[in-house]
């Protein structure tokens, strides 16, 4: 048995044209979401999902430690402000080619910590893997692996 689709989603249900009237007022206004959904007694994630199913823009509130970030990026970098359109690239600091492949420590999956090494040795079941120290934290490999595993 199929159901017939109507003209109206399952998310405009309950939405009444006098809601969307008073949506559509109180954000021409600059009211924020969580102001319109207290007053409209409505969750903030039904007044944001609904002004973007019908195109209406929002005011967002500004969080202070964003702008900051924003500004720092464009500070060189010893403190003083780059001129606009001035390109800044990474310094990069040469690492040392590592030539022979260390002995893996064929680690299990349970074994492995944030801070070991993550190549996988082994084509079927039981996977091991390399096991060694990573040389910063949120890396996956050792600086062998990580030499091997870039082009």
């Not at 002004?51 to 209406?56: M, P, Q």
């Not at 074994?111 to 949120?138: A, M, Q, S």
Request: aromatic share 8%; proline share 7%.
């Amino acid at each position: 048995m199929h159901r017939r689709r109507s003209s109206m989603n399952q998310y405009d249900s309950d939405w009444t044209p006098q809601d969307v009237d008073t949506l559509r007022e109180l954000a021409a206004q600059g009211w924020y979401a969580r102001d319109i959904a207290y007053r409209m007694q409505r969750t903030r994630n039904q007044i944001i999902g609904k002004c973007r199913r019908l195109h209406i823009k929002l005011k967002h509130r500004q969080v202070p430690g964003v702008r900051q970030a924003r500004k720092s990026r464009a500070k060189g970098t010893n403190g003083r402000r780059v001129q606009k359109g001035t390109v800044m690239h990474k310094q990069e600091v040469p690492i040392e080619e590592i030539k022979t492949e260390p002995q893996p420590l064929h680690l299990t999956v349970v074994e492995l910590t944030l801070h070991t090494c993550r190549w996988p040795f082994g084509e079927r079941y039981p996977f091991t893997f390399c096991g060694h120290p990573i040389p910063k934290f949120g890396q996956a490999y050792c600086r062998y692996h990580q030499q091997k595993s870039q082009p």
